[in-house]
């Protein structure tokens, strides 16, 4: 019998409320796909030591590539400098879904580090990666951003 491996998920896709403002956007197909062990939940920004519910943070001048290669940082609405905290907590994920032997991550769009093909600045939506979407897809994962929940129906 082939052991089917774990798939890694924003931790808000499976109800958790860790996003900068306490809430989450859980689906339930995800909420049943970590009950039944089919996926790991895991927050980037938490496992990066930052509280819930935080300051709103933007990637400022790039996109997570750049925060990487330590060409751009990541900002947040008090003005803090909160780059090390993302790169910490990429650096977890990227650990953790290694030691899992995880076959993807689905991760949520549009978040400085869970954004897999645009992230927010000022307000819009702006082309790029989040922190630990560009550092996973850097090392090999396949990265995809969740679909509208009616997609898993």
Request: glycine share 14%; hydrophobic share 35%; charged share 25%.
């Amino acid at each position: 019998m082939v052991e089917k491996k774990p798939v890694i998920i924003s931790a808000c896709l499976a109800g958790y409320p860790c996003r900068y403002d306490g809430g989450d956007k859980g689906y339930s197909y995800f909420i049943e796909k970590v009950k039944c062990g089919e996926a790991i939940p895991l927050c980037p920004e938490q496992l990066g030591g930052l509280p819930t519910p935080r300051e709103k943070a933007e990637i400022i001048n790039g996109d997570g590539f750049d925060v990487v290669n330590g060409k751009a940082r990541v900002i947040n609405s008090e003005g803090r400098d909160v780059t090390e905290q993302f790169l910490k907590g990429a650096g977890e994920v990227l650990k953790l879904a290694r030691d899992l032997g995880a076959s993807e991550v689905l991760l949520f769009e549009g978040s400085p580090s869970c954004g897999v093909k645009y992230i927010h600045r000022d307000g819009k939506k702006v082309e790029g990666a989040g922190v630990c979407a560009a550092l996973l897809s850097s090392a090999g994962f396949e990265v995809a951003a969740a679909k509208n929940e009616s997609t898993y129906k």
